[in-house]
């Protein structure tokens, strides 16, 4: 009987598919609790662990031809999971990425041959884009964003004019993704426009770094580890010029590497020259800051030159197509006073269209000696990168710079000239966001770190004998990935935005409200944002005037302004001072200010309902709200038969819950006092109340008090408006937490986020 031989390679390839079955055990329990509860028993986890330990020892035998250690290398990246097995608490983020990166790492491996060339020309720019689309695509921003985010996102659809320098290539492009994209409102298709930029980029990235002489793992992680740094991400899920920008940068820096290698006939090298001063005209037309392209162009022209030979430098008829070349994308800067006569009415003027294409406003910002003057900007910049990639990737782009110029030099000064220049810009720019405009920098770490994980992967190759080669090499990828899982991890909270409203549901429904036709909402910074956007974007509510001003004296004109011309005048915001001179009255969570006062109530009336003088005359409720954020949007609308000189503020809960407002506030969004009351007006009250576990659900009591500001909780004398049906809460939002308990299960828990001190949970 032929007796069958086991091996400590073929062993440890079972326990790494039995590692890998319990990961997919738990990541599936946890994620579809409770649907697949039964992943969680032991039964249901031994029986995935049995069927992972055997695909794992099918792998190694499929494999075993290339070596028994070398069989075993794809398999290495399930035991990343054991991190998460050994962890106690519930980490959805962690645990998928730990189960998605596992398997992602299984491909590069099994694709790659254990860091080798191999995988087929295409296959490392379809694993880098199947790694990023899922993190970019789930903490992508699916709404409105902020200041210029915002901006583009209401600017673009209705070609518009940005601020300085215009962008009008970015304009164009993401009009275009506007229109083409079928699904998905105009923000997120903004957003998506920069996702698709930025994976470009990253696949740019990894063939600039094959070229350079990266292998096709350093490459590629090195530009996965571009694509999840801080910076980088947080650029690619928002409507921003940066992403485009930097794949820009990758096109044209890729042609002038291509110039300076490549033995190019006279017809060749002019095609790629004119293709470059193309390259570079038309990424002036989306950030100035490609100015610091032109001396790394420069040098590539001076190694044209010392190579002696054939080149186009001889013939004046090249120099005029050079030029032609890079001027005719520069032409799209005439959208600018095309557009400006369009939307504002008036001629841009040449002067004005100068200052607007130089970013001359900004020109204050910019100190050319701050690299000389102020040692502070090495200390700020240094961080700025330390930040985003961290000691070991900075130490192997260091290793990389130093192989790129022993390989060769040429080139070397070629991404040196390049990185320095956006550098030494960053050095003399002194704005708050310092950090986007390093992504080119960033770019050129990522090409020198792909280089210097070759070098490693290359020394493995030549010290360590056959037999553990594929083995040491394996697990040295996987320490080079581990950075970039564990930076993932910990960046996934701070720069996920996929949970975020943008208030954009909340804007919404305020245009739906009745508002006056022709009137106009004077709004803060925040509220503008979804108003506005649904207003020009979406275009809703078109005959409204939404308005942001500079201060409280711009408001208070323009809301005299607008009533002294009969307009119908709405806050979005606080502005003390208006009770005594004009009637208040809430639309909504709107205030509308009038010269005379509110004689009308809707919703449901109410017959001898009285709170010592104060009488409510009706109500409405509308549960689970978009005006109330999910809870419940209440109109209280009060009226007084004679004057009150009172300091009595109102008082709003569920029963047996505590105050919505626990100090107190005056009603119409703390704007008008009792004491400003005119007998027989109608006081129309906003109010909004959340839906806490204590009340979802049920029926419960809306109340209402009225006493002095900071009253006593038990001194509080509680009347009963209504009861009111509170929706059940979604479980969005809520600690995810797995128990069972019979047939009951508990999926998440939520905690309210303020309560009385001493108060039990």
Not at 13 to 42: D, H, K, M, N, T
Not at 328 to 334: C, F, K, N, Q, R
Not at 634 to 650: A, F, G, M, N
Request: net charge negative; glycine share 14%; charged share 15%.
């Amino acid at each position: 009987m032929r007796q069958m031989k086991v091996s400590i390679p073929f062993i440890l390839a079972i326990f790494c598919g039995v590692i890998g079955g319990l990961a997919i055990s738990r990541g599936g329990y946890e994620l579809f609790f409770p649907e697949l509860w039964w992943w969680g028993r032991w039964w249901g986890a031994g029986s995935l662990a049995v069927v992972g330990g055997g695909l794992g020892g099918g792998i190694w035998k499929w494999r075993q031809s290339s070596g028994e250690w070398a069989a075993l290398t794809p398999l290495l990246p399930w035991l990343l999971n054991v991190l998460y097995l050994v962890n106690p608490d519930i980490d959805l983020v962690a645990g998928g990425l730990l189960l998605a990166a596992s398997l992602w790492l299984m491909a590069v491996l099994g694709v790659s041959g254990s860091g080798q060339e191999g995988g087929g020309r295409w296959w490392p720019s379809i694993l880098a884009i199947l790694a990023l689309v899922p993190i970019y695509g789930l903490t992508m921003s699916r709404v409105v964003g902020e200041a210029d985010t915002f901006e583009f996102q209401v600017v673009v659809p209705q070609l518009g004019i940005a601020h300085p320098t215009g962008y009008p290539l970015y304009l164009l492009m993401g009009k275009l993704f506007t229109e083409l994209v079928p699904w998905g409102n105009v923000a997120w298709r903004l957003n998506m426009a920069s996702a698709t930029y930025g994976l470009l980029a990253i696949v740019g990235v990894y063939w600039l770094g094959r070229r350079l002489g990266a292998n096709g793992v350093g490459a590629l992680l090195a530009g996965i580890g571009l694509g999840v740094s801080s910076t980088f991400w947080s650029q690619a899920i928002v409507a921003e010029v940066y992403m485009l920008h930097a794949l820009l940068v990758a096109i044209n820096l890729g042609m002038m590497i291509h110039l300076s290698q490549a033995d190019l006939s006279l017809a060749a090298q002019k095609r790629w020259w004119l293709g470059l001063c193309f390259g570079l005209g038309l990424s002036l037309t989306n950030h100035l800051t490609t100015l610091f392209l032109l001396p790394p162009a420069a040098w590539v022209g001076l190694q044209t030159l010392w190579r002696g030979g054939e080149h186009p430098w001889r013939e004046r008829r090249f120099w005029g197509m050079g030029m032609g070349a890079f001027l005719l994308p520069l032409s799209l800067y005439i959208y600018l006073p095309w557009r400006w006569q369009v939307v504002n009415g008036e001629a841009m003027g040449w002067r004005r269209w100068l200052e607007w294409v130089t970013g001359a406003r900004f020109g204050g910002a910019l100190r050319l000696d701050g690299w000389l003057t102020d040692p502070t900007r090495y200390e700020i910049v240094g961080r700025l990168f330390l930040a985003d990639w961290g000691w070991g990737w900075l130490v192997l782009a260091m290793l990389g710079f130093v192989l790129l110029w022993w390989w060769g030099w040429r080139l070397g000064v070629l991404l040196l000239v390049t990185w320095g220049g956006f550098v030494f810009y960053n050095l003399n720019y002194y704005v708050p966001d310092l950090n986007v405009f390093l992504l080119p920098a960033h770019l050129i770490v990522a090409l020198w770190a792909g280089l210097g994980i070759t070098g490693v992967l290359l020394a493995v190759e030549r010290i360590v004998r056959a037999g553990g080669k594929e083995l040491l090499t394996g697990v040295l990828i996987l320490l080079c990935a581990g950075p970039i899982l564990w930076g993932t991890i910990g960046e996934w909270e701070r720069r996920d935005q996929s949970e975020r409203d943008g208030l954009l549901p909340w804007g919404q429904a305020v245009l739906a409200l009745p508002l006056a036709e022709g009137g106009a909402i004077l709004a803060d910074s925040e509220k503008i944002a979804p108003l506005y956007y649904w207003q020009q974007a979406e275009g809703v509510r078109e005959d409204l005037a939404i308005q942001v001003l500079p201060d409280e004296g711009a408001y208070m004109a323009a809301l005299a302004e607008g009533l002294a011309e009969g307009q119908a005048v709405y806050l979005a915001r606080y502005l003390p001072g208006l009770a005594g001179q004009y009637h208040l009255w809430s639309e909504g969570p709107l205030v509308v200010v009038g010269d005379e006062p509110r004689g009308e109530m809707r919703g449901v009336a109410l017959a001898d309902w009285d709170y010592e003088g104060i009488g409510l005359l009706g109500y409405e409720v509308e549960t689970a709200s978009a005006l109330a954020a999910g809870g419940t949007a209440v109109t209280l609308y009060w009226q007084i038969d004679e004057p009150k000189r009172s300091d009595w503020v109102e008082y709003v809960r569920w029963e047996g819950e505590q105050a919505v407002v626990r100090a107190g506030q005056h009603p119409v969004d703390n704007m008008y006092p009792l004491a400003a009351w005119r007998e027989g007006e109608v006081v129309a009250d906003f109010q909004t109340l959340p839906t806490t576990p204590g009340v979802a659900g049920r029926e419960v009591a809306l109340q209402v008090a009225w006493a002095p500001p900071f009253a006593a909780a038990e001194t509080l004398r509680w009347q009963t408006v209504t009861t009111v049906m509170v929706p059940a809460l979604s479980g969005e939002g809520l600690a995810p937490v797995r128990a069972q308990f019979g047939e009951v299960v508990v999926t998440g828990v939520g905690y309210e986020r303020v309560t009385r001190p001493a108060r039990p949970w």
